[in-house]
């Protein structure tokens, strides 16, 4: 049920989404949003306001009814490079930067939770973290930087969400397992030896070796693995050779994997190294594999799947819940989720009957702004929640001073 101070809140909630919206910025450039949320946060009594990077906010809630756990929520602030051509009254006024991906609105969506949470602190336990994290959508991620400056020190559970418009408006998924792709990259330099393009006895042409390396990748999730495990081998770039009548000295290659077992993302690696390297040994090129390992895929803890699907039962009703597979995209909140268990979950956004249909990073991406209503109460009940009840390992802490150590 949505308690009267959420329907009240609302209006405001709708109406820093779409300041926030005006006003995007791109990845690790989130100076003047970071700026805004932290003014917003200490507006708010008792909230102490933390600053783990120089675009990042972090807000720490003591409750005031006694021990508890210590939670975080997190949501994301950056933007993307991409122009805007939605006609909204309130679109982006920043040349070719745009939330194309609705992290405007889980930006107001924390804060309007941090509000509410924040009249109930007398009734809450434990403690809370809402964290506003920068460059989600950038590699290197801010998740990796939060974590390296403490955010999630004692920390026992996580939330993490995101409004997705490729759901029906206000349906809610919440699954255990993996539900989202670890996305490792890779660049294949091939090595041959240029030269007259009409004397290719005299040249290690390495443009069909490049192409042959192309072709075999791609057995390795046609042919080498099981179906049945998800994986995706794309090559993405591939760039040799300057002059029509000139053999070029090396191609490079590039391209990503996405697996969401760690065994498959061993073995692949593996598979990738000695397939490159075969096809350059036999036609006398030399090789180098740089393959980089990105976060991991976003794996939800069981037991709190369990609690979530029951908060979300409670406060909407069963009928929302829906199944959605996994998917090879990826999210950086699975550099958090190497600390404590935590929960990430999806609501639904779109509205085929308003047009609300657009892919995420799309020019005319938008979201239904009706899902902040159950995004928020959502966040609520998880603070509420999953602080009120000490986990096995859960410290009790002494307060703030332990956190200004461990954030400078
Ligand atoms: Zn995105
Ligand atoms: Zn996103």
Redesign the pocket.
Known sequence: MVSPELLSLMPQVVAWRRHLHQYPELSHQEHATAAWVDAALRALPDMQVFRPTPTSVLGVLQGQAGPGATVLLRA?LDALPIQEQTQLPYASVHAGVMHA???DGHTAALLGAAHLLHAQRHLLRGELRLLFQHA??AAPSGARELVSAGVMGGVDRIVGF?LDTQLPLGRVAVQSGAIMAAPDTFEITVQGQGGHAGWPQASVDPVPIGAMIVLGLQQVASRLNDPLEPLVLSITTFHAGQALNVTPDQALLGGTVRTLSPVLRERVETQLRQITASICAGYGASCTVLYERGSDAVVNDAELVKRYRQLVEQELGESVLMDVPPEMGAEDFSEFLRHAPGVYFLVGAGNAARGITAP?HHPRFTFDEEALTPLVQLLVAGGFSLTGEASSEARLRNGPASLEEEIR
């Open positions: 994301d991906c609705g992290h989600e959508e995101h995420h």
